[in-house]
């Protein structure tokens, strides 16, 4: 079994797990709207658009797209980093968070189509395709370095309640405080 020690180290490392993911998430977005030519602003959860009604379909999709893709990126790159090098605790929170964050996003397309779900919706394929696709695709990636390691469940138990906790804080206050970043 691998270094699994819960401690203030991995706590920490988990917050600026979640934090870089929501962030680098929401870049993404950022980053291709503007790209696009469109004034966007960017909170801790979510991006808007200065003129929105002047975004085509194809164009918000291509936006939608930006997060999920290097949420995406970012799990692929930390599972291959400790698939075919070591454990690593510390950069771990970066593949589950990733998972959680897309996981979530799925759910959420049950009350409201969001990223993957109006992408999914886009193509024909209806809101919950490319969402169960995607988070189907994380677990895998999370399961294969479960056994890899040999991860406890209390280790994975106490990771996603860190996260949980840390991911409904970010939400929380891009909620009541609507922190404008860019």
């Given at each position: ?105 799925g759910g959420m397309n049950f009350i409201n189509p969001n990223d993957e ?10 809101t919950y395709t490319i969402p169960v696709l995607v988070s189907t695709f ?45």
């Amino acid at each position: 079994m691998s270094d699994t020690k819960i401690n203030f180290k991995y706590v920490l490392a988990t917050l600026a797990a979640v934090l870089f993911t929501w962030l680098l998430h929401e870049f993404a977005h950022w980053g291709t709207a503007e790209a696009l030519g469109y004034t966007a602003f960017m909170s801790l959860n979510g991006t808007s658009f200065a003129d929105y009604k002047n975004i085509t379909p194809w164009q918000h999709t291509i936006i939608s797209a930006a997060g999920p893709i290097i949420t995406l990126l970012q799990a692929v790159v930390v599972f291959l980093f400790l698939k075919y090098n070591r454990w690593n605790l510390y950069l771990y929170p970066l593949l589950f968070t990733a998972f959680y964050m897309r996981l979530l996003a799925g759910g959420m397309n049950f009350i409201n189509p969001n990223d993957e779900g109006r992408i999914s919706q886009f193509l024909g394929l209806g809101t919950y395709t490319i969402p169960v696709l995607v988070s189907t695709f994380l677990l895998y990636l999370l399961y294969y370095i479960t056994k890899q390691y040999s991860l406890s469940w209390r280790f994975q138990a106490i990771t996603l309640l860190w996260v949980m906790v840390f991911s409904a804080i970010l939400i929380l206050l891009d909620q009541f405080l609507g922190v404008q970043l860019l």
